[in-house]
DNA sequence: CCCGAGCCTGACAACGTTGTCCAGGCTCTA
DNA sequence: TAGAGCCTGGACAACGTTGTCAGGCTCGGG
């Protein structure tokens, strides 16, 4: 910029008037200003700007796998709404690691991010009390965040679940099987705890065998559909806790020769082309990311204030899967 | 830093020197600053820091739409190059917007990115000149920059096509059709050429009505499809220029009462349950990212200098539906 | 002709950090 | 005990930008 000042023979303020559209510059000597900048290339530094405005314009996100297909459409709305208020997204992925979420979150806090949206890995986030203080607006998607008070935008897992298990149990069913996460992911826990009500509300007691917990990797899930189809009590149906399970469990289904029921949580692309189609309970993750980021520049305005609980609803899309009758 | 460096009782730099461990501090004096720090919360402010030293630790990525499943692993495989470089990834979507895709990487360089990886959506790329002499390591994927001489890494599209499409001329048939993307989309242009190349291998004249070009959006390929296939001259097998449109001609295929031959550019999930399978030519998503990614911080040690072209092999899979003999 | 108003323009400090350089106190050796 | 050398700590400038403020200019009215 000192450059450019002195290429055009101007003083440093004239230039960052130019640069930044500010008025009260002549059209001769703004066209000098231009012309040096064309000449020399000159782009503003934001480090700078940032460092003297205290706002970033940037925005982070910290995800669980950005590879994950739920999370494509999730940081892509982010993204948009963040557009549109000119700012940048940063993102990473956490892999599932308290410790790796936190390394990141203070990572994007030092660049001084206007806000934060984070699908926590974790469940203590009290690491962020001093840059909540410090005013780093800061929204939990998928999860709510642990032992702080913060806004967290995430889907109706229970209420989800709990339909969908209903809806295998109205189409004849009761030896049900449920394959989950781990239940200290906030979405697992919930969604099993849909299932258990499900069963519940039907009278029907749930045998241990029936459900497999913290499952993760295509191998172990497939171990898991494979016991519960052919254990002592087999299961006529299955509850698929999330996509990755789904998918698996479709293989593993594929092989058998009995028709078993199926209802997966997450919708999975040509869901509806597979034979069966695929029944599943819908989360819509391009709004979940769209809501969060909307109230995190809401944040931002000073608009909003106090923390919030906001739950999504889901959708039982039926294609075929979820509406086999019970093979015994 | 002030406050801190007040508290603890010691110099600025100091604080600075506990701060970036760096060597020469009194474990007592040490003990005292980082008391101060916890008790303030602070955290270091990279935006001077950067400012200071002129790099910032963070690559920028370009990319089409963050929501396409394609994009997913390549973004996720840049990301974990980046980390283990101690370096954040900022991202956006051009949304196959040449202007989009300008403002983004200028926004990218305003922010001092160390580097860029970018998938491009305009055809020239001039406009990078200034940066690229000033030091921003830059690395194209999925297409090469126009006007400007660049690393560029990519699928082998031409030669991949190729195959899949004398694959499916292997098994029978005559009258391929070919669905892509618009030509001036690099990849596009290279898959068009490769299937004219192996009907032209084979002496095979192609009818103006088998192909069709520029094609974006389901309903616009659904109905390139049935042209194609109830046509004066139908085809037997059809070659989809890319995951999305492969997506829809499997719906358009499930609906006809004749077996079509399918090959598809691009892997999809579940392609495997589906009945046929979905043979594809699959090229490696998270191999593309990573090889760039990695180019871009060789780029950065000073190791390399000399832009080059990278193409990696894609794979035919075999799954079913390029195997289906011709209906006529 | 003088004065005040209004418009451009530029000098300067400040944002928070780090590199450079120097001072002061210490230990060790001759 | 004096001098050399090391270790610790601090003062200061600089990175590139922008907000503040003041100076100089023009113009119109009294």
Known sequence: MKDVAARAGVGLKT???????????????ERRVQEAIDALGFRRNDSARVLRKGRTAS???????????FYGPLSRSVEEVARAHGALLINGSSAEDPEREQELVL??????????????????????????KAGVATVFVDRPA???????????????????VAHLIAHGHRRIGFIGDMPRIHTAAE???????????????????WMSLGVTGPERVRRAAEEMLTGPDPVTAIFAGNNRVTVTVIRVLAEQARRVALVGFDDIELADLLQPGVTVVAQDAADIGRTA?????????????????????TRLITRGSGEIPPAD
Chains 1, 2 share one sequence.
């Open 191 to 209: 969604r099993l705890r849909g299932y258990r009500a499900a069963m519940e509300d039907a009278g029907i007691p749930v045998a241990g065998s």
């Open 293 to 313: 980021a909307e109230r995190l520049f809401r944040q931002l305005d000073g608009t909003l204030v106090t923390p919030e609980r906001i739950e999504l609803p």
């Open 107 to 132: 990572a994007l806090c030092a660049r001084r991010v206007d806000g934060l949206v984070v699908i926590p890995a974790g469940d203590d986030h009290r690491y962020l009390e001093p840059e909540l």
């Open 15 to 29: 230039v960052s008037r130019v640069v930044n559209g500010e008025p009260g510059v002549t059209p001769e000597t």
């Open 146 to 164: 642990g032992h702080i008070d913060a806004d967290v935008v995430l889907s109706d897992n229970y209420g989800g679940a709990r339909g969908g």
């Open 59 to 69: 925005i982070g996100l910290v995800l669980e796998d950005l590879a994950d297909p």
